[in-house]
C-alpha cells in the first residue's frame, strides 16, 4: 500500500468504528517511526485490526483507489478528519507528502486567523536546532542588532495557519512573565522561510546548560561526575527556584499545565529556568482555566506523551494532576501545578517518575487511580534492585553510590503536594518553598551536629590511641 491507501485504510476504519482514536493516533505514531512499514500491518501485529474487520476494510479501500484514484478515495473519509485530529497527526512528523494530503482532508469552514506580527528581517541569523516539538521548533540564533545569543522559537511551516493563535498566546503570557526563574522573551514578530513565506517566532533568552530531566538521568544511569556534583541537597535548592518561578506566574493568573523535569533548563552557572509556556492559560489565582473538557486523547512517546483536547494539548501523563488526566480542564488551577511540582520533587528524590508504564494509556489510568507510592518506598525498592544487579556483575560499590535514604518528612512533603484532592494540597507554591527550606535548615543542622560529633569522636579516638602508646611507658617509669 502506499501512504495515501493506508491513511485510507486507518480513516476507513475509525469511520466503520473498527478502530477508535487514540488507537489510529497510536499506530500512525508507530508508522511514523518505521517508513519502511505499512500502517495495516502494523495495526493487525497490535491486535488491533482482527481478519475478517482487516478484509473488510482492504475491500473499501481497493474498490476506492481502483474506480476513483488516490486523490478522489480520500474523499470517502473527509467526514473523519476534523482539524483536532489533523494536528495530532501532524504532530508526529509525517513526509512532506503525506502532511499535503492530511491538511486536504480538513473541512475548510474553519476560519481563518489573521495574526499581525512584525517582520524581523534578517535580525537572527538561525543556527543549530535545539528542541522540537508539535507546533514548533526551537533554534540556537544570533541576534545580529543586539550582539547577543538567543534561542529562536519558530512555528512548523506545515502548521494550519489557525494555530497561530497558540503562539501568540505563548508569547504574550510569557512576555507578561518577567521574573529570574522564567524563560525572558525578547521578542515576537515573523521570519521568512526559504521559500519565502512568513512564519511567527519567538525570541527568548538562550540558556546554555540541559534540563532537569537530562541531570536526573544521567544520576539514575550511575554517571559519577554527575553524582559528585549534583547532591540532592542542591537538587532542592533548584526546586525551590522552580517553586518561586511557578509562585510568580500563580500571582500573576497564569498556570503552566505542563510542568515537569524537561520543563526546566538548569544553567552552566546554576540559573534555574521554567520553559516552555506553551500551554499555559490565564486564570485567577485559585479559579479556573477558561476550558471544558471531556476525556482526553493520548499521543506521542510513553515518557514525553501529552494530551490533547479538542486539538489543544494540555499535559504530560506522568506529571499531570488527577483533574487534568480526567479531562475535567475547567478544574485546572494554581493547585494543579502544584500537584506537577510534586511530581517533579518526586522525581528527584526517587530518581523516577511517580507514575509509570508501558503505554500512555496505562500511565493515564494509574494517574486517575490516584494512589501515589511514597517516594521512600519505591527508592528503597530501587536501591535494593541496584545492589542485586552490582553483586551479579561483581563485588558491590561502597554503599555511598547508592542514593541515601528518602527522610520522612520529603515524604510527606511530596505526598501533601501531590494529594488526589486539589483541596488537601499545598495552598500556594511558595508554602511548598517553605517547607522544602525549613527541611533544608533542619538537614544543615542535623549535618552539623554530625559533623561535630564525628570530629569530637575522632579527637576521642586520636587521645585513647594516644594513651595506648604511652601507657606502658608510664607502667615501666613506675615500676
Not at 532542592?236 to 503552566?256: E, K, N, S
Not at 520543563?263 to 546554576?270: A, E, K, L
Not at 475547567?330 to 511540582?341: K, M, V
Request: hydrophobic share 45%; net charge negative; proline share 7%.
Amino acid at each position: 500500500m502506499s501512504h495515501a491507501s493506508d491513511l485510507l485504510y486507518a480513516l476507513l476504519a475509525l469511520q466503520m468504528e473498527f478502530l477508535t482514536r487514540e488507537q489510529l493516533v497510536e499506530g500512525a505514531g508507530l508508522w511514523m517511526k518505521s517508513p519502511g512499514r505499512a500502517l495495516p500491518e502494523i495495526l493487525r501485529e497490535r491486535g488491533l485490526m482482527p481478519p475478517e474487520r482487516d478484509a473488510a476494510v482492504r475491500a473499501v479501500v481497493d474498490l476506492r483507489m481502483r474506480d476513483a484514484g488516490p486523490e478522489s478515495a480520500m474523499t470517502v473519509v473527509q467526514g473523519s478528519m476534523d482539524a483536532g485530529l489533523c494536528e495530532e497527526l501532524m504532530g508526529l512528523e509525517p513526509p512532506p507528502g503525506l502532511a499535503e494530503t492530511l491538511a486536504a482532508l480538513v473541512p475548510r469552514d474553519v476560519k481563518p486567523v489573521t495574526i499581525v506580527a512584525p517582520p524581523s528581517g534578517d535580525r537572527y541569523l538561525l543556527g543549530e536546532e535545539l528542541g522540537r516539538g508539535g507546533l514548533g521548533r526551537v533554534v540556537g540564533a544570533s541576534d545580529t542588532l543586539l550582539g547577543r545569543r538567543v534561542a529562536v522559537k519558530i512555528v512548523l511551516d506545515r502548521l494550519r495557519a489557525d494555530l497561530a493563535e497558540r503562539f501568540v498566546r505563548e508569547a504574550r503570557l510569557t512576555a507578561g512573565l518577567e521574573h529570574p526563574n522564567i524563560v525572558p522573551v525578547y521578542d515576537f514578530g515573523s521570519l521568512k522561510n526559504a521559500a519565502g513565506q512568513e512564519r511567527l517566532f519567538i525570541s527568548m533568552k538562550c540558556v546554555p546548560g540541559r534540563d532537569l530531566s537530562r541531570i536526573l538521568r544521567a544520576l539514575a544511569a550511575g554517571d559519577a561526575e554527575t553524582r559528585r556534583t549534583w547532591t540532592r541537597t542542591r537538587l532542592l535548592m533548584v526546586f525551590q527556584d522552580i517553586c518561586l518561578g511557578v509562585a510568580y506566574a500563580h500571582g500573576r493568573g497564569v498556570i503552566h499545565r505542563d510542568l515537569k523535569p524537561s520543563n526546566v533548563m538548569i544553567g552552566d552557572y546554576g540559573e534555574v529556568h521554567v520553559v516552555d509556556w506553551g500551554l499555559a492559560v490565564a486564570a485567577g489565582v485559585g479559579g479556573a482555566a477558561p476550558e471544558t473538557g471531556s476525556p482526553p486523547r493520548l499521543t506521542g512517546a510513553v515518557d514525553e506523551s501529552r494530551i490533547t483536547h479538542e486539538g489543544d494539548i494540555v499535559g504530560t501523563p506522568a506529571y499531570m494532576p488527577p483533574e487534568q488526566a480526567a479531562g475535567q480542564l475547567d478544574e485546572l488551577d494554581a493547585r494543579s501545578d502544584i500537584y506537577s511540582l510534586g511530581a517533579i520533587l518526586y522525581e528527584i528524590l526517587t530518581l523516577r517518575a511517580p507514575f509509570e508504564g508501558k503505554t500512555p494509556q496505562e500511565i493515564i489510568s494509574k494517574v486517575r487511580n490516584g494512589r501515589v507510592e511514597p517516594p521512600s518506598t519505591k527508592a528503597t525498592w530501587a536501591r535494593a534492585i541496584e545492589i542485586a544487579a552490582r553483586v551479579r556483575q561483581g563485588p558491590p560499590d561502597p554503599p555511598s553510590v547508592v542514593a541515601p535514604p528518602i527522610p520522612a518528612d520529603l515524604d510527606a512533603i511530596c505526598l501533601y503536594a501531590m494529594a488526589f484532592r486539589k483541596e488537601d494540597r499545598y495552598p500556594t507554591a511558595m508554602a511548598l518553598h517553605d517547607d522544602i527550606q525549613l527541611f533544608l535548615e533542619g538537614a544543615r543542622d542535623r549535618e552539623r551536629a554530625a559533623k561535630l560529633l564525628a570530629d569530637h569522636l575522632a579527637a576521642g579516638t586520636a587521645a585513647l590511641g594516644r594513651f595506648r602508646d604511652l601507657a606502658p611507658r608510664v607502667d615501666r617509669q613506675a615500676a
